[in-house]
């Protein structure tokens, strides 16, 4: 049975590895952590003279393969914020030599907070939006038996969502000055706010133009996704998800998540105070 505990583990080397200031962008999966990472990997690619168009060339175009895209003029994500479920080597973020910690992405909780002393910014989605791209995913992936109602799905998920938010909100309460909330939004995954707030918080240097065209470059590429004519149209969107569900399940689940929603909220608004004063 899948637990906080357990859910999606980390390996044991990735865990000894962790240094008490490494950095950590965590999320539920499907809750916009990846579009942040993009985001994040804009900023870095700005910042160190980088090409901060490249990676989106590569991963639009029709192969997909580098070979297409001609030499390599810019920093992928993957060296960046590098995922710690990606089967393979151990992960290493080029942020250890630029900024003096590493910055991992996660979606296991638990064991991250327990061994890490470094800033975590949490990306938290409506969870109906969140499980209804996590279900159409897994059935496109095979990681579900066929069949497997959305229904079904959400009440195997939702109680996961419940305890990661629970963990990271009593995390917070201990812990406030190493915690960042950021919830996504309805028509955009993120604003110029959050991202500086981001930034500000990994120590990313930034200018308020290379935020705008970071969040521009963002929306560009989620539109290119969304032309794929086999694509649903959802990806970038909360008002799009919520308005594919059954009003019923819809209603189910807000009952169990607007008490937590609304202390992200709050302590949301509270980081982005925050970071708003200290760089006024």
């Known amino acids: 049975m899948e637990t906080g505990e357990n859910f999606m583990p980390l390996s044991q080397t990735f865990l000894d590895g962790i240094k008490p200031a490494d950095r950590f962008l965590l999320a539920f999966p499907r809750s916009g952590s990846r579009w942040l990472c993009y985001l994040i990997t804009d900023l870095v690619n700005q910042w160190q003279g980088l090409d901060s168009t490249w990676y989106y060339r590569w991963r639009t175009s029709s192969k997909g393969g580098a070979a297409e895209m001609g030499p ?7 060296e960046i914020v590098p995922d710690v479920h990606k089967p393979g080597g151990e992960p290493t973020s080029i942020l250890e ?17 327990r061994r890490s002393e470094g800033k975590k910014v949490y990306m938290v989605r409506h969870p109906a939006a969140a499980i209804l791209s996590y279900h159409i995913v897994a059935l496109e992936r095979g990681w579900l038996t066929p069949g497997v109602t959305l229904e079904e799905f959400t009440r195997w998920k939702l109680d996961l969502w419940v305890d990661h938010v629970q963990t990271i909100l009593a995390y917070r309460r201990l812990h406030p000055s190493k915690c960042l909330f950021l919830t996504y939004q309805d028509d955009v ?7 500086e707030a981001s930034a500000t918080a990994l120590r990313i240097p930034f200018t308020s133009e290379g935020i705008q065209a970071a969040l521009r470059r963002l929306q560009e590429h989620i539109e290119h996704l969304n032309s794929d004519a086999q694509a649903l149209g959802l990806r970038g969107s909360n008002a799009k998800p919520l308005a594919h569900l059954p009003p019923a399940l819809l209603e189910s689940i807000d009952a169990t998540a607007a008490p937590l929603l609304a202390e992200v909220c709050q302590a949301e608004a509270e980081g982005l105070s925050f970071s708003s004063s200290r760089t006024a």
């Open 72 to 78: 390599k003029t810019g920093l992928p994500f993957a």
């Open 97 to 113: 030599k630029l900024s003096g910690a590493a910055l991992y992405r996660s979606h296991h909780l638990t064991e991250v907070l």
């Open 189 to 195: 995954p993120l604003t110029a706010a959050q991202l």
